[in-house]
């Protein structure tokens, strides 16, 4: 007996070790997807390095380099603006627009910006008549004249290749590079947009699940397209889903996009996402979606859908549906064969014609006449001689009458 409580005490012991293991693992795991998620930086004061790692600026906005001139002073506020200050006024040397003029550079030069729509003043037939222009080029370190070591850099060397356009050269320390980035990678509601995930990248919104992003309980559907540069569409893997809580709600992923076809930007992969609330909830469940691409971070965002009741199987009423569908074809191709085919019968065997010819026009005239009491009836065409020969004996039977009648009767007329 203590032998067998013995084993019963050690195999529960391991159950349950089993178990906390199994559960650290799924904390793991989850962790592990939740860090993988790269979500967009808040501004668009980022850049890619040459090896799609980005690098996020995003502190750095606003922060001023001067740098002292003969005539001038050249003042740049790092991502915002470039402009030349000097006693008669300050001249706009272009701002650093919205569309993300930041991308990496080349040789000794780590990251390129560029500044746009300056002052048009003797600049309107300048470059793409955008007025003054400037470039910033900017280098990781020190300047290679050896100024401005250390602190928070500054601008190394300004050279004007007109009254139009200025360039720079700009040396901080960098920030660290975040992940590797899968550029050009969209995913969005419309094969031509990028809500969800721009340039590998998760948008705001969708990088955790939001209340106010949420799809609504009677919307049962929704569809993703997925688009990549399509010299590396092929890296692109079959998508992962997860649901937060696991029970409670159905999810059912199809299309092109589910089975891992390379999509490219000439023609977009589909995912369907099939979802029915089977326990109402009162915060959204978090439907999340991995796209593992080969050599880069996965593609991670979240999809939000409310449950504020239960939903019923669509598949029996579809069914039920093409049940009756396919019975009402089959009704309709049978009678439409089977009145033709009694109309050919009676029209070449039984020699009729007109509307007798009509199947089901016997038993219809039965019907009428039984309805209205043998009153006026469908009469068919042969019995109008049987009609006219019973009248005529009528008649002759009513004059035989009255030539056999008594002398003493009154006649008050004759028809």
């Known amino acids: 007996m203590r032998s067998l409580r013995r084993r019963f005490h050690i195999h529960s012991s391991s159950s349950s070790s089993h178990r906390i293991l199994f559960a650290l693992l799924t904390v793991l795991v989850s962790q592990a997807l939740q860090a993988a998620s790269l979500v967009a930086p808040r501004s668009n004061c980022y850049a890619f390095d040459n090896s799609s790692r980005v690098v996020d600026f995003s502190s750095w906005i606003g922060h001023p380099f001067e740098y002292d001139g003969k005539d001038s002073d050249l003042v740049l506020r790092f991502c915002k603006d470039v402009e030349s200050r000097s006693q008669t006024g300050y001249v706009d040397f272009g701002r650093f627009d919205k569309f993300n003029y930041f991308v990496s550079g080349s040789g000794q030069v780590d990251f390129v910006q560029g500044f746009y729509n300056g002052d048009l003043a003797n600049c309107e037939h300048s470059y793409d008549k955008l007025g003054r222009t400037a470039q910033v080029n900017i280098i990781c370190g020190s300047c290679l004249n050896g100024q401005c070591t250390g602190g928070l850099g500054c601008i ?107 999509p490219t930007t000439l023609s977009p992969t589909m995912l369907n996402v099939d979802w029915r609330c089977e326990k109402a909830r009162d915060t959204p469940y978090e439907v999340n979606i991995t796209i593992p691409v080969e050599g880069y971070e996965p593609i991670q965002f979240f999809l939000a859908k409310l449950c504020e009741n239960r939903q019923n199987q669509n598949g029996d009423s579809a069914r039920g549906w093409a049940i009756f569908g396919v019975l009402s ?16 019968y009676k029209t070449q065997v039984e020699r009729k014609r007109g509307i007798d010819a009509l199947p089901g026009m016997t038993i219809l005239s039965a019907c009428l006449e039984t309805v209205s009491d043998g009153g006026h009836s469908y009469t068919r065409q042969e019995d109008l001689n049987t009609t006219f020969a019973s009248e005529a004996s009528w008649e002759r039977s009513s004059a035989s009458s009255q030539g056999t009648s008594r002398p003493n009767e009154r006649k008050y007329g004759a028809i």
């Open 156 to 262: 190394c060397n300004v050279t004007y290749e007109s009254s139009c356009r200025v360039f720079l050269e700009l040396a901080i320390p960098c920030e660290k590079p975040g992940p590797r980035v899968f550029k050009g990678f969209t995913v969005g509601f419309h094969p031509r947009s990028w809500e969800l995930v721009y340039d590998g990248m998760t948008q705001l919104g969708y990088e955790k699940s939001h209340h106010e992003f949420s799809f609504g309980t009677e919307q049962t559907h929704v569809t993703l397209y997925m688009t990549a540069i399509a010299s590396l569409s092929t890296l692109v893997q079959r998508p992962i889903i997860k649901v937060l809580p696991e029970n409670g709600l159905e999810v059912k992923v199809s299309g092109s996009g589910a089975t891992g076809s390379p």
């Open 329 to 344: 074809c089959i009704f309709t191709v049978s009678s439409t064969l089977f009145c033709y085919g009694g109309f050919i």
